[in-house]
């Protein structure tokens, strides 16, 4: 099982939806979580910070629930500029991330 | 957020032989990451390089194939010895951010092997 899981996609969606990826990590141990974005050959750059609270930048929201081990990012009113692949991306306390193989997105005029 | 540039950008190499890819920050920071990205995949830890001791380094990777060095606080470089078509991928190098809570990413070096 890889230690961190996410649906590929491709999501393709028109602007102005809305869209849901998920994620599930396997260590309980877990600490950090971030969702990450890569454009296309280029490096990921760090979107959001994901706590168990929730938090919310923008029309990004990250969710957290250790219970379940399952993280959630959701965008809102979707941008062409957000078409990308988001990586979700787990500290598991050695301070070096495992990344998601990443979710695939599309947005469409 | 730190500053980071990596040369080559982009090498193309024949099998056997070896490059060395090299990562400067802007700012002096303890820790610093390789990873590496293969064709369609997302990101592998290489290994993790502390200035003054041994890379650590993970499961699947060994010196003796990515030997790393780490002599200041700014610099560090990782080389892909004998290499083979296997190991065209793009490495990336990365720092933390000065609260330790995530990491950067430099621009990353696409290399070849033929």
């Known amino acids: 099982r890889k230690e961190v899981e996410q649906d590929p996609g491709p999501f393709n969606v028109p602007e102005g939806a809305t869209v849901a990826f998920n994620c599930t990590y396997s260590?309980?141990?877990?600490?950090?979580f971030f969702w990450y974005r890569q454009d296309c050959r280029k490096e990921p750059k760090l979107l959001m910070s994901?706590?168990?609270s929730g938090n919310e930048d923008g029309r990004f929201t990250a969710q957290l629930n250790r219970a379940s081990q399952y993280i959630s990012l959701l965008i809102r009113d979707s941008k062409l500029s957000d078409s990308a692949t988001y990586l979700c991306?787990?500290?598991?306390?050695?301070?070096?991330?495992?990344f998601g193989s990443g979710t695939r997105l599309q947005v469409q005029p | 957020s730190a500053v980071i540039s990596q040369k080559p950008s982009r090498d193309i190499c024949q099998r056997g032989t070896s490059l060395t890819i090299q990562c400067q920050v802007d700012?002096?920071?303890?820790?610093m990451f390789w990873y590496r990205q293969q064709p369609g995949q997302s990101l592998t830890l290489i290994a993790t390089?502390?200035?003054?001791?041994?890379?650590?380094?993970e499961s699947g990777f060994v010196i003796d194939k990515f030997p790393i060095s780490r002599p200041n606080l700014t610099f560090s470089t990782l080389t892909v010895s004998n290499m083979s078509p296997e190991d065209s991928s793009i490495y990336l190098c990365?720092?933390?951010?000065?609260?330790?809570?995530?990491?950067?990413f430099g621009p990353g070096t696409r290399l070849t092997v033929l």
């Open positions: 990365s720092v933390e951010d000065p609260q330790g809570r995530t990491q950067y």
């Open positions: 260590n309980s141990a877990s600490q950090s």
């Open positions: 390089a502390n200035q003054g001791s041994e890379a650590t380094y």
């Open positions: 991306v787990v500290d598991t306390g050695r301070r070096a991330l495992t």
């Open positions: 700012s002096q920071v303890t820790m």
């Open positions: 994901v706590y168990s």
